[in-house]
Antibody, heavy 123, light 108 residues
């Protein structure tokens, strides 16, 4: 079945880095755009970043530009999120999500979600 | 950036009642690129509606999306026990993509 499984979360000190991974299965990963979305404890959803099916186009939430980098390895069916200079306000559950559309550079909503990986930034 | 404001923040209703959730954008959402998601505690969000009014796969027809431009609505015609959850709207027509703050539908 179609599945996304995130990993790489944990407790990290402020200022440190962390890389999250999202392993995809059950669909043709290389043809779909992919997103990261986060949710701070008790808060709503916050879109983080999106990457096109081929990795050539990336967009970020404005506050995260320059600290977070989205990437993908289509040979490994895996999505990544490199997070640098982490702050307490980055504490959240991070979900990866598959875009509904395939094969172009537009976005159509997120139809498959992973359960998320928890990142806690604390000294 | 398009800001989405959802109202009300909480809706207290009984099973069988009709729920009407609003999502208002600070500027027009291009091509009605608006989606609705449902999230239950401890679970990932689930796509309900895309393109403002199209059902995602497997979504029952008691969920209906409508609207265009800056005003969108999600209507649940008759609430089932499993529908009590938090609902988010999201626009994906322009970057940055943005979510509304959510509406919690709770049992009265």
């Amino acid at each position: 079945q179609v599945q996304l499984v995130e990993s790489g979360g944990g407790v990290v000190q402020p200022g440190r880095s962390l890389r999250l991974s999202c392993a995809a299965s059950g669909f043709t990963f290389r043809t779909y755009g992919m997103h990261w979305v986060r949710q701070a404890p008790g808060k709503g959803l916050e879109w983080v970043a999106v990457i096109s099916y081929d990795g050539s186009v990336k967009y970020y939430a404005d506050p995260l530009k320059g600290r977070f980098t989205i990437s993908r390895d289509n040979s490994k069916n895996t999505l990544y999120l490199q997070m640098n200079s982490l702050r307490a306000e980055d504490t959240a559950v991070y979900h990866c999500a598959k875009d509904r559309g395939d094969g172009d550079y537009n976005y159509y909503g997120m139809d498959v979600w992973g359960q998320g990986t928890t990142v806690t930034v604390s000294s | 950036e398009i800001v989405l404001t959802q109202s009300p923040s909480t809706l207290s209703l009984s099973p069988g009642e009709r729920a009407t959730l609003s999502c208002r954008a600070t500027q027009g959402v291009s091509s009605s690129y608006l989606a609705w998601y449902q999230q239950k505690p401890g679970q990932a969000p689930r796509l309900l509606i895309y393109g403002a009014s199209s059902w995602a796969t497997g979504i029952p027809d008691r969920f209906n999306g409508s609207g265009s431009g800056t005003d969108f609505t999600l209507t649940i015609s008759r609430l089932e026990p499993e529908d009590f959850a938090v609902y988010y709207c999201q626009q994906y027509g322009s970057s940055p993509l943005t979510f509304g703050g959510g509406t919690k539908v709770e049992i009265k």
